[in-house]
Nanobody, 115 residues
């Protein structure tokens, strides 16, 4: 069983920036694909950004050019740098770890964008 612990959420003004972090407990972090998802009240969970074990990335159209996903395998950590934040970015953000046969989720961290 893999544990994922998110941090870095909070309250930020529109146009501001925030960096989320997710630390994984596995000893073979480097072989997994990682992703960030978010869920706003009354809406379905959606993929925000993903990064493969090989370093390839993809983003939701709504965050392209504003968000950047990265990973540090030496620290077992995946990051989500969020810039130019909008009120529509308000959601609980979840860290995801997966490969061809398993999938694990973090508990989530709240991001609120409001003036």
């Amino acid at each position: 069983q893999v544990q994922l612990v998110e941090s870095g959420g909070g309250l930020v003004q529109p146009g501001g920036s925030l960096r989320l972090s997710c630390v994984a407990s596995t000893t073979i972090f480097r072989v997994y694909n990682m992703g960030w998802y978010r869920q706003a009240p009354g809406k379905q969970r959606e993929l925000v950004a993903a990064i493969t074990s090989g370093g390839s990335t993809n983003y939701a159209d709504s965050v392209k050019g504003r968000f950047t996903i990265s990973r540090d395998n030496a620290k077992n950590t995946v990051y989500l740098q969020m810039n130019s934040l909008k009120p529509d970015d308000t959601a609980v953000y979840y860290c995801n770890l997966n490969n061809f046969r398993v999938e694990y989720w973090g508990q989530g961290t709240q991001v609120t964008v409001s003036s």
